[in-house]
């Protein structure tokens, strides 16, 4: 639980829903501004807080956040409507910690791109051809050649999306693993990927570039024509997000394995 006391700033989406459902939530506390804010109250949907998220990683400013869902899947998200106050919701909100990627991504001219993922590293194919990818973990080559659309590391809280869209697995919130999944591989075919350590290091590198180019997406961050890429738990950068009783990320991501 958070201190009662706590100073909140309040973000809102741009979006129309927002900022309509936003109008009685602006009026119903003090707020303060984000620099001098204990905790975000972030209203939106789930893209909409991974940007905040991500706004505070590359500025440094870190606070907890607690998302009030007005946006489509929210599943970083809490349910709008409720009979207690922001404050009181806020002081009652349990806590959960995740520890986002980083990503060094270095293309065919050798320039150097370091970006954030709070869901997911994915490597992708630019054209029609297959993607050829060496796979190394903890600097031993694991697979000299995975041919496929591409491939992608996922964080726990990031496992039920694109990663389990690609058939890899659930993580549970602080089992401090990440998924290492391909994406449609056509060689080895019946590899279906791997559970390896959040310490692990993770590289890839691109086999035939020139004919068979590949680009790096850290959640929204696109670089393209790569030639290696480097991923490890970026554990300096814990961020965290409150979730109301009983409706934790851990709770939510235990739920969707028993959806049918």
């Given amino acids: 639980m958070t201190n009662d006391t ?9 979006s129309e829903k927002a900022q309509s459902g936003a109008i009685k939530l602006r009026e119903s506390h003090d707020w303060v501004r984000p620099a001098e804010a204990d905790i975000y109250v972030v209203v939106g949907g789930d893209g909409f807080m991974l940007h905040v998220l991500h706004e505070m990683l590359n500025r440094g400013h870190v606070r907890p956040c607690y998302g009030i869902n007005l946006g489509t899947v929210g599943f970083l998200m809490n349910r709008e ?5 922001i404050a ?30 709070i869901n997911e590293v994915s490597l992708l194919r630019e054209t029609r051809q297959t993607a050829k990818l060496e796979v190394e973990v903890n600097g031993k080559v694991r697979m000299p ?32 693993l990440l998924a ?14 791997a559970i390896i350590p959040e310490s692990a290091k993770v590289s ?8 068979r180019p590949v680009a790096a997406v850290a959640d929204q961050k696109e670089v393209r024509d790569v030639a290696e890429v480097h991923i490890r738990a970026a554990r300096s950068h814990v961020l965290t997000l409150l979730f109301d009783p009983g409706k934790s990320l ?8 028993f959806e049918v």
């Fill in 88 to 117: 009181e919701r806020v002081a009652r909100a349990r806590s959960v910690d995740v520890i986002p990627l980083e990503m060094d991504a270095i293309t065919q001219e050798g320039e150097h791109h370091h970006f954030f993922a």
């Fill in 6 to 14: 706590a100073k909140l700033a309040l973000i809102v989406s741009n």
């Fill in 204 to 211: 890839f590198r691109v086999r035939e570039p020139e004919k």
């Fill in 250 to 257: 851990e709770e939510r991501i235990f739920a969707e394995q």
């Fill in 180 to 193: 290492l999944t391909p994406i449609s591989p056509f060689r080895p075919r019946r590899w279906r990927g």
């Fill in 81 to 85: 409507r409720s009979k207690r106050s």
């Fill in 145 to 176: 050649e995975l041919a496929g659309d591409g491939v992608l590391v996922s964080t726990s809280a990031g496992s039920t999306a694109y990663n389990f869209s690609a058939n890899g697995p659930i993580l549970p919130l602080g089992c401090r």
